[in-house]
């Protein structure tokens, strides 16, 4: 399984874009890069997934370089409720178990 | 989207007993559930992956006989905890893969507190 490196913590504040850099420079052909949000006492929730070049929906951006070697997952003006543990996770789409980092604290403040 | 519920959401027991945590894939079939655990200010810890109708797999250093995993249907998976003590304390998370549509990640469930006193 592809290891994964983020920052331990950010610090952001409301109305500002929030960009989280994941280094997985052992990323093999077939892993996808997943990115999960989790608020205290709640399980992970599903942001966002892709393979390549730029991907976005309704919540957040994910850029991936042709090399893959590392991802950004793009927070769009940022609120209080987006303060969370953010995880960046690669492994095969859907078919492989996950392996948890320690993931990036973001703290977004008034 | 892809929901999956736990039951009960928290849960305070005497040292010694067993108890039952049930995760539920409420809109999808799901094959595959898996079990974690996570300890305050820590990531989540996989602890086992269940298949339907199969033994589930467990993680190095996690006892099987202690935590006992039973994927009955392609919509449940039961965790119980037999025995429990005070270090079994923790966050049980469960998730599900899907089969079929959305089957490309894992969604998970809400979480379920277990103190052991």
């Known amino acids: 399984l592809a290891k994964t490196t983020q920052p331990i913590s950010m610090d952001s504040y409301e109305g500002q874009e929030v960009n989280i850099t994941c280094s997985h420079n052992?990323?093999?052909?077939?892993?996808?890069i997943t990115w999960y949000q989790q608020f205290p006492s709640q399980g992970p929730r599903f942001i966002i997934q892709g393979y390549k070049t730029k991907v976005t929906n309704e919540v957040a951006s994910l850029f991936i370089p042709a090399d893959r070697k590392s991802s950004t997952l793009s927070l769009p003006r940022v609120s209080l409720s987006d303060t969370a543990v953010y995880y960046c996770l690669v492994g095969e789409r859907g078919y492989s178990t996950l392996t948890f980092g320690k993931g990036t604290m973001l703290l977004v403040s008034p | 989207g892809a929901v999956v519920s736990q039951h009960p959401s928290w849960v305070i027991c005497k040292s010694g007993t067993s108890v039952k945590i049930e995760c539920r894939s409420l809109?999808?079939?799901?094959?595959?559930m898996f079990w974690y655990r996570q300890f305050p200010k820590q990531s989540l810890m996989l602890m086992a992956t269940?298949?339907?109708?199969?033994?589930?797999?467990?993680e190095q250093g996690v006892e099987k006989d202690k935590f006992l995993i039973n994927h009955a249907s392609l919509t449940l998976s039961t965790l119980t905890v037999t025995s429990a003590h005070p270090e079994d304390s923790s966050f049980y998370i469960c998730?599900?893969?899907?089969?079929?549509?959305?089957?490309?990640?894992?969604?998970f469930g809400p979480g379920t507190r277990l103190l052991v006193l």
């Open positions: 809109d999808f079939q799901a094959t595959t």
């Open positions: 052992n990323i093999a052909t077939n892993d996808y």
């Open positions: 998730s599900a893969r899907a089969t079929g549509i959305g089957k490309e990640t894992q969604y």
């Open positions: 269940s298949n339907e109708g199969s033994k589930a797999t467990y």
